[in-house]
C-alpha cells in the first residue's frame, strides 16, 4: 500500500531508562539505537507512551529527544511523539524537534476527559499548522482517556492537509472501518507492542511503532509479509509470547518492556519511576522470555 505521508515501516519506540539518582540514562538511548539499526528497522521513535513521556519534564523530554537524534545521525527517520499539554507548548516543542532533526511527528492530545471535538481538532490543527512535516495524530482514547472520532479526523484532514498518519492502539478488526470512514486519508500505524502485526498490516496498516525490546523480530516479520508471508508468521511467533505478556496495560508494558529491552542490551541496572507494577515472578518471565529470544 503506497504512502500517503512518505514514511512507512517498523518505527520501535526507545525507552526512557534512569541511573540510581533518578536522571536520564543517555548511554542507554545510544544503546538501543544501535541495537535497532543492526535490525534494520525503518526509523526509530521517541517520546511516546513507551518512553514513559507523561512521567518526563519538559527538560527531560528534550534531553531524550537530543541525544536521541544525535545517535541516529540521520541514519533513519526520527519521528518524535509531543505531548505538551497546551497548544503553545506543543508548537515550541514540536519546532525544536524539527529543528533537532524529526521527519515527522505525532500529536498526543492534551490531558483532558470533557474537550469538544471542535476544540480538539483546533488544538491539533493550531500545532500541524506551526511545522513543515508530515503530523501524526495519536488517537489512544482507551490509554489517554480522550479521542477524536472517525468523522472529526477526516475533519481535522480536510482542514491541515498536513496531517497524514493516524496512531492506533486497536485490534485489526478495527482497521478497515476506520480506514474507509476517514476516507483513506491516512496512513495507519499501529502499536501495542507489536501484537497482531500480520492481521494489522493486511487490514491496512502502513506502519508499526512496537516497543524496543522485540524490534529484530517484528521488523523481520513486517519486511518479509508482503513477499514471505510464511517468514513473517514465523519471525513473529518467535516474540509472541513475550509480547502478549508485555501487553496487559500501560503500566506493565513500560515496566516490563524495559526490563526486557535491558535483558537484551545487556543493561545491567533498571531504575524505575512509579508507578511500577513489578513483582519478582513477573522478572522471572521477562528473563525467560530474554534468555528464549537472545541479544538485540
Known amino acids: 500500500m503506497p504512502s500517503k505521508s512518505g514514511f512507512s515501516g517498523v518505527y520501535p519506540m526507545v525507552y526512557a ?11 542507554a538511548l545510544k544503546a538501543q539505537v544501535e541495537a535497532a539499526l543492526r535490525h534494520d528497522v525503518d526509523g526509530i521513535g521517541v517520546l511516546g507512551l513507551a518512553t514513559e513521556t507523561n512521567k518526563l519534564s519538559t527538560a527531560e523530554r528534550l534531553l531524550i529527544l537530543e541525544k536521541t537524534a544525535e545517535a541516529v545521525a540521520g541514519r533513519v527517520p526520527l519521528s518524535v511523539t509531543i505531548a505538551e499539554t497546551t497548544i503553545e507548548g506543543q508548537k515550541s516543542f514540536a519546532k525544536q524537534a524539527v529543528a533537532i532533526g524529526a521527519r515527522w511527528l505525532v500529536l498526543q492530545p492534551p490531558p483532558a476527559k470533557d474537550v469538544a471535538e471542535a ?14 512535516v508530515p503530523i501524526g495524530i495519536q488517537n489512544a482514547p482507551m490509554y489517554l482517556g480522550i479521542g477524536l472520532s472517525a468523522a472529526g479526523l477526516t475533519a481535522l484532514a480536510k482542514q491541515h492537509p498536513r496531517v497524514s498518519i493516524l496512531k492506533i492502539e486497536d485490534e485489526p478488526l478495527a482497521i478497515p472501518p476506520l480506514i474507509e470512514a476517514t476516507q483513506g486519508r491516512f496512513d495507519v500505524f499501529v502499536g501495542r507492542g507489536g501484537m497482531e502485526m500480520l492481521a494489522c498490516i493486511k487490514a491496512g496498516a502502513i506502519g ?14 513486517f519486511h518479509l509479509a508482503a513477499g514471505d508471508p510464511d517468514g513473517a508468521l514465523a519471525a513473529y511467533r518467535e516474540a509472541e509470547s513475550a509480547i502478549v505478556y508485555l501487553e ?22 533498571v531504575y524505575h519511576r512509579l508507578p511500577c507494577p513489578m513483582t519478582p515472578f513477573g522478572k522471572g ?4 522470555y530474554a534468555a528464549k529470544l537472545g541479544q538485540l
Open 119 to 132: 476544540d480538539l481538532i483546533e488544538f491539533f490543527g493550531a500545532v500541524a499548522d506551526s511545522v513543515d
Open 248 to 269: 496487559k496495560s500501560l503500566n506493565h508494558f513500560v515496566t516490563y518492556g524495559k526490563e526486557l529491552a535491558a535483558h537484551r542490551l545487556g543493561i545491567a541496572s
Open 208 to 221: 508499526l511503532i512496537p516497543g524496543l525490546e522485540t524490534c529484530d523480530r517484528t521488523t523481520k516479520a
Open 17 to 27: 531508562f534512569f541511573d540510581g539518582s533518578g536522571n536520564v540514562n543517555t548511554s
Open 285 to 288: 518471565l521477562v528473563a525467560d
